[in-house]
């Protein structure tokens, strides 16, 4: 019983084991005029190179598809094989869609920008930096120069080598050194004053900017907070092997927690189509 109730708690924050089933969902965003980022979540030792075929497969699919999509790739599944990153870069330039790059550990880091500075400029690059970290304020620099996209986070994992900052701190911080960055900036957070005062400070410096969240996590009062600043809503849409919900851990100390992870069990996946209708009836 306990595992059931985990499994049914774990599929509000995944669309799912397949592909298709990730499409599908976006696709019902669509229709509600919501972009999204597909993001695969690999099995423990999956190979590389299937790593490598799910995402070129994503790329494929989407090459048909009349939706706002991007592929997201956390280049630890790659094992940061710079071959296989070549063919997703190619993919998404053939594709036409963004290749958007996961934050992973601060470790990586360093593997995750020599991949991203040896990838050809000729297609949609994206890169995520943790306000928690105190090289993204670096690393931001590093990607403004790029031209690529940038998704600002709060951040999971402390830097305990390179420094870490308070994570609303630090994302403000980030957020103040890409203004007027024409390349786009996506604010994703869930928590209500720093998605609000960030694309505040983004929109009134002209900054085209967006605020991103994260399927299973609060979607009404977010969603209001981007239509009050006039911004686009794009939803992370994590499918493959299944977990209890990463972006939970952000709840924690939330008044609202106990109640959000009943709806968890109580509708599973189908929550965040509840959230999307009452924040278009509801004010």
């Keep these: 019983m306990l595992d059931v109730l985990r499994l049914r708690r774990a599929s509000a924050y995944s669309a799912g084991p397949g592909l298709h089933q990730a499409l599908e969902f976006c696709r019902r965003l669509a229709a509600y005029g919501i972009a999204s980022t597909i993001g695969y979540s690999a099995f423990p030792d ?128 980030v957020v103040d050194r890409l203004r007027g960055y024409e390349s786009g900036v996506a604010v994703a957070t869930h928590d209500l004053s720093l998605l609000r005062e960030s694309l505040r400070r983004l929109t009134v410096s002209g900054t085209p900017c967006g605020a991103e969240l994260l399927l299973g996590m609060p979607f009404r009062r977010p969603a209001l907070a981007a239509q009050q600043f006039g911004v686009p809503i794009r939803v992370y849409v994590p499918y493959g092997h299944a977990w209890p919900g990463y972006g939970a851990r952000d709840l924690v100390g939330h008044p609202a927690t106990v109640l959000w992870l009943v709806q968890d069990l109580l509708f599973g996946k189908d929550k965040i189509w509840r959230g999307i209708e009452r924040s278009r009836t509801q004010p």
Excluded at 115 to 131: D, H, I, N, Y
């Design 46 to 173: 999956e190979p590389a190179r299937a790593v490598a075929d799910v995402h070129l497969a994503a790329f494929d699919r989407l090459s048909t598809e009349d939706m706002d999509c991007h592929v997201s790739v956390k280049l630890s599944g790659l094992r940061f094989d710079a071959a296989l990153f070549a063919e997703l870069t190619t993919a998404a330039v053939q594709s036409g869609r963004r290749l958007h790059i996961d934050a992973l550990r601060p470790e990586t880091a360093d593997a995750t920008w020599l991949l991203l500075e040896s990838a050809p400029r000729l297609g949609q690059l994206g890169t995520t930096l943790p306000g928690r970290w105190r090289r993204s304020l670096d690393d931001s620099s590093r990607a403004v120069g790029l031209g690529i996209s940038i998704r600002v986070v709060k951040g999971h994992w402390a830097d305990d080598l390179g420094g870490s900052v308070d994570p609303t701190d630090g994302f403000l911080e």
